[in-house]
T-cell receptor, first 113, second 111 residues
């Protein structure tokens, strides 16, 4: 059981370049999330998808776009990367409804130079 | 910001001692969860406490919730070096699908 798988694990981008972080879950979860983690800031929600076909902004959506390709996959795109987007990105998923466990991927370390 | 605040930010204790970390939040909640993150890894669920519960236990973990003060605490008893990690509280904003996490407490248990 792979759980939540995200790629790539590490990436270095130049300012202005674009890239897509891929995420897939095999637990048949309805809800999926993208968070970024910065030192001293904890995890901040970028975008989430309550169910297939829907996406919504989280706390820090600026500079990002997402696609819920199907129930399994939820991608995060940086159209024009900026140094402020240097961070660790986590994809996560859960069953819909309150009180359900959130399952996380192992993280993607992104550096924008 | 809806983000939860945790304190202390960092905690260093000796093996065998108890570790207590606190989480405060601003919105009303239906339940609160605690997660653990080992260095360089994703978060892993530890325990959930519902809004109608005051205290919950799971092994060496004890969680309390005070909805009137909008705060929760996580106690790890008889800590071990393997408990060294960051700990986060998390809650869902009612009426949304957004899960919000606290800023985290970095726990270091010295052998």
């Amino acid at each position: 059981n792979a759980g939540v798988t995200q790629t790539p694990k590490f990436q270095v981008l130049k300012t202005g370049q674009s890239m897509t972080l891929q995420c897939a879950q095999d637990m048949n979860h309805n809800s999926m999330y993208w968070y970024r983690q910065d030192p001293g800031m904890g995890l901040r929600l970028i975008y989430y998808s309550a169910s297939e076909g829907t996406t919504d902004k989280g706390e820090v959506p600026n500079g990002y776009n997402v696609s819920r390709l199907n129930k399994r996959e939820f991608s995060l795109r940086l159209e024009s990367a900026a140094p402020s987007q240097t961070s660790v990105y986590f994809c996560a998923s859960s069953e819909a409804g309150d009180g359900n466990t959130i399952y996380f991927g192992e993280g993607s370390w992104l550096t924008v130079v | 910001s809806q983000q939860g605040e945790e304190d202390p930010q960092a905690l260093s204790i000796q093996e065998g001692e108890n570790a207590t970390m606190n989480c405060s939040y601003k919105t009303s909640i239906n339940n609160l969860q605690w997660y653990r993150q080992n260095s360089g890894r994703g978060l892993v669920h530890l325990i959930l406490i519902r809004s109608n519960e005051r205290e919950k236990h799971s092994g060496r973990l004890r969680v309390t919730l005070d909805t009137s003060k909008k705060s929760s605490s996580l106690l790890i008893t008889a800590s071990r070096a393997a408990d060294t990690a960051s700990y986060f509280c998390a809650f869902k904003v009612p009426g949304t699908y957004k899960y919000i996490f606290g800023t985290g407490t970095r726990l270091k248990v010295l052998a």
